[in-house]
């Protein structure tokens, strides 16, 4: 990593320059600003889950508690990966400002970070998957078990607190121009406390106790959070170690059927990495991804648009296995962009 001094602060710039792009830059002090934050994000849904658990022996959780949990956790999730993922990293359908703002909203509440710093990070991911430049391979460490399990920690949570700053001006520029998407980037620990507030209203709400707004806080809030982070960054360090590879994507994505239905559908990685411009992530009809079944929902009802879907033969282009025997892949099948759904 270089540094070079920052006349107007007096205090260091800190870039990683990569292939001849500045694909980190922040300034020292802003580095152990994110370091701090991240370890908050992650510490204290963690120590929640600990109260929660410790006061099972006290408070019996009940089915106000549960739904609370997987509501919470569904909606959250659902802002990640269909808002975040499919539709701010990748553009794979479009949609109106009312559909965008729920979305980035709801992502927003996950506390995974806001949607300018999420969507630089997961494009850089893809731009170096498993190479030198990669925010959180697991792969770039040691070889051997310690080796994987240092690479398994760093991919799935240590990377978050190094506080690396990716530059978003590289990656991220279209979201940085866009008005609305940026100020509800800006009001980011707004929606993190709404995501908080929400169950605890409704606990208190619902039971009409100060005890069951406490439990909706803990359900419905920490351990909320705390599950959705390691559903996320299962996908970062899992979905690139353990799994299926159908597709030769020169990397280590892997397709995992068991975080599909907790994942929205992001599991199915090796896929994705395979077709990232694709609303879909499941090509077989076993492989479930809710992620499309939202979106084919929204698209029934006319509320997104220009949904992209690779055609047969651009799936099956891809597939080993191939041969000089083989039937030529038609044209249309070797284009980068996919065709378009009205």
């Known amino acids: 990593m270089s540094t070079q001094p920052d006349n107007t602060s007096q205090k260091k710039l800190l870039l990683r320059v990569h292939q001849g792009q500045k694909i980190t830059i922040a300034s020292d002090y802003l580095q152990t600003i994110y370091k701090r934050l991240a370890l908050a994000t992650f510490l204290i849904p963690f120590l929640g889950v600990i109260v929660a658990v410790g006061l099972l022996w006290y408070l019996k959780i009940s089915w106000l508690e549960v739904c609370?949990?997987?509501?919470?956790?569904?909606?959250?999730?659902?802002?990640?990966e269909v808002g975040f993922h499919r539709y701010f990293s990748h553009r794979t359908f479009q949609t109106n400002t009312t559909v965008r703002v729920i979305l980035a909203i709801l992502g927003s509440m996950a506390a995974q970070g806001g949607v300018i710093y999420w969507v630089a990070h997961h494009r850089r991911h893809h731009q170096y998957t498993d190479q030198v430049g990669d925010p959180h391979s697991p792969h770039l460490h040691r070889d051997g078990i310690l080796g994987q399990l240092q690479g398994l920690w760093y991919a799935h949570v240590g990377w978050a607190l190094d506080g690396e700053v990716t530059n978003s001006m590289l990656f991220a520029k279209d979201i940085l121009r866009d008005p609305v998407i940026s100020k509800i980037n800006q009001l980011h620990h707004i929606w993190v406390i709404l995501g908080l507030a929400i169950p605890t209203l409704l606990g208190g709400i619902l039971t009409w106790t100060w005890i069951g707004a406490f439990q909706g806080f803990l359900w419905g809030g920490l351990v909320r959070v705390f599950l959705g982070q390691q559903i996320i960054s299962s996908t970062n360090s899992i979905c690139h170690l353990y799994g299926d590879r159908p597709f030769d994507n020169h990397d280590r994505s892997t397709n995992n059927i068991l975080l599909a239905i907790f994942s929205w559908g992001q599991s199915w990685h090796n896929n994705h990495h395979a077709f990232p411009h694709s609303a879909i992530a499941g090509f077989e009809w076993w492989q479930i991804d809710p992620g499309t079944w939202f979106i084919r929902f929204l698209e029934f009802f006319g509320l997104v648009w220009n949904v992209h879907v690779p055609i047969a033969?651009?799936?099956?282009?891809?597939?080993?296995?191939?041969?000089?025997?083989?039937?030529p892949t038609p044209l249309k099948s070797r284009a980068v962009s996919f065709p378009k759904r009205r």
């Open 313 to 327: 033969e651009m799936i099956q282009a891809k597939l080993p296995g191939l041969t000089h025997s083989d039937p």
């Open 68 to 80: 609370l949990l997987l509501s919470m956790c569904a909606l959250t999730t659902l802002g990640i």
